[in-house]
């Protein structure tokens, strides 16, 4: 894995639907999975270039009332994300 | 929103950023000319716009995140570049329904649409048990070669939709095309509805749309195969969805309740909240139905901006709002606090007006003119 830095994967569709609502839409599989304002926040940040140190800081600047366990938290709901197919690491040569 | 006396408008669904999927007229060529078909009031003259132009609009669809196309026409099999269109639409991420006559899928096709893994599903009509009652409407030798398009689209593992519209000529072998379809044919289910008052069917309303006694027996048919088959049939319109709305309306007047929940307003059409169409001129419209509201056109005017801000869209979002008790013609309606006013197509095809209630769907007026509610209940 390319220094542990997620990136989603692109044929998978964010549709920002409302304020408080949004989706991530695989056409592939017509499958669709519900996101939060905070999980659009970490989807934006995986793009190749950011590690999980980095979104933690996004989410800790960007976000009130940050609890203690964020790292996990992000740490889980990308495992999830990768789990689901939604992204993934580049595979190094 | 309104108050009145009926009670407090629906809330208003909320609006998406952009639609969520996109009706798109690929062509106006047909090689049918089936007698009630609503797309058709006279023989196509518009040309076809190039697998470049929907490629162009496609790429900007993909950046407004949609993820559904529908193509519809005219014929959409009859377009030679139907694969690049296709190609297209999986390479801008999304999905695609297809609406057919099926009378012109062929494996290389088929077997193009099997290997892009995006399709939802490909509609073919079938209004017939037997080739002469599909073909009385739709042209000599179109049921066999339709029959043979869903076969084709089965034997590619390719899922397959069917739309039956009951008429004149159909209404009393809905039992065998049930039988037909489901288990002859082995479909997992298929829709029905009931040609509307649009496009060729204007021309040939006597022959094609039901008396009120062929209406009252479509119902009590449908109903005995919804008891057979269960959920295997539907219908967001026609005879089907009638008998069901109309018995839940007429239960809720019985019981003496007041009202149904966010009915009593012309309610009847939520398309407008999360998709949009397209002419096959490049047109965008509210709706293929709703044709003569363009609101602009491909390739030059920004869908998003036409989807979140363009006047005539709102106003047809609006006519939520706008009650039953406004009109003349529900004036003095048992069921007003029961009823959706129904298509708005429908009623601009039949009045000229789209902010007025369907008179086609209307049960009082069914009831006046002799009808009577369908026997049996679902279940």
Sequence with gaps: MADDKPQVN????????????????DPDTAEGYALNP??????KQLDGSHSLDDV?????????????????????????????????????? | MTQTAEGRAPERPRVMGTPKSVDIDITDRCNLRCRYCYFFTSSADVKDLSAAEWQKFFEELNRCAVTEVCLAGGEPFIREDLQEILAGIVRNRMRFNILSNGTLITDGIVEYIASTGRCNYVQVSIDGSIPITHDSFRGQGSFAQAVEGIRCLQRHKVPVAVRVTIHRQNVRDLENIAALLLEEIGLPAFSTNSAGYMGLCQKNTEQVQLTTEERHLAMNTMLRLIRKYGNRISAAAGPLAEAQGWLEMDRARREGKESLPDRGFLVGCGCTFSKIAVRADGVIVPCNMLSHIELGRINQDSLADIWQNHPALWKVRERRAIPLSRFDFCRGCPYLNFCTGNCPALAYNTLGEVDHPSPDACLRKYLEEGGKLPEEEVG
């Design chain 1, 10 to 25: 692109p044929s998978v569709i964010l549709r920002e639907e409302f304020d408080d609502w949004a989706v991530l839409f």
């Design chain 1, 38 to 43: 905070v999980g659009v926040l970490i989807w």
């Design chain 1, 56 to 93: 933690v800081a996004a989410v800790k600047e960007n976000c009130e009332e940050v609890p203690a366990e964020v790292a996990d938290h992000c740490r889980e709901f990308i495992a999830d994300l990768v789990k689901q197919g939604l992204a993934g690491y580049e595979v190094s040569k």
